[in-house]
Nanobody, 124 residues
């Protein structure tokens, strides 16, 4: 059974940093793109960052560009999201996901497996 487990969320002041990690298990994901999404209550789940199977392509939402960095370790089946200069509007539940394709996609529908999410709260 496929499992994605996120960690690293928490409470931080504006301007601070957090590093989210996601560990995948249950099958081999080294040839698939991975991504991070976030969701506020009452809002649609939105794309945050994505990375291709080999890490060669990365994409970011405009709202996080130059502040967040996505990376992956294919051998360890993990994907991470380094979040710097956090803002209150970054507050959300963050989800990692795996797309059953090698190239990255920003579309939510392109992702097949999802984690349970980790809460990130940024205070003003």
């Amino acid at each position: 059974q496929v499992q994605l487990v996120e960690s690293g969320g928490g409470l931080v002041q504006a301007g601070g940093s957090l590093r989210l990690s996601c560990a995948a298990s249950g099958r081999t994901f080294s040839t698939y793109a991975m991504g991070w999404f976030r969701q506020d209550p009452g809002k649609e789940r939105e794309f945050v960052a994505g990375i291709s199977w080999n890490g060669g392509d990365k994409s970011y939402a405009d709202s996080v560009k130059d502040r967040f960095t996505i990376s992956r370790d294919r051998l360890q089946h993990t994907v991470s999201l380094q979040m710097n200069n956090l803002k209150p509007e970054d507050t959300a539940v963050y989800y990692c996901a795996i797309a059953l394709r090698a190239s990255l996609t920003t579309a939510k529908t392109g992702y097949r497996y999802w984690g349970q999410g980790t809460q990130v709260t940024v205070s003003a």
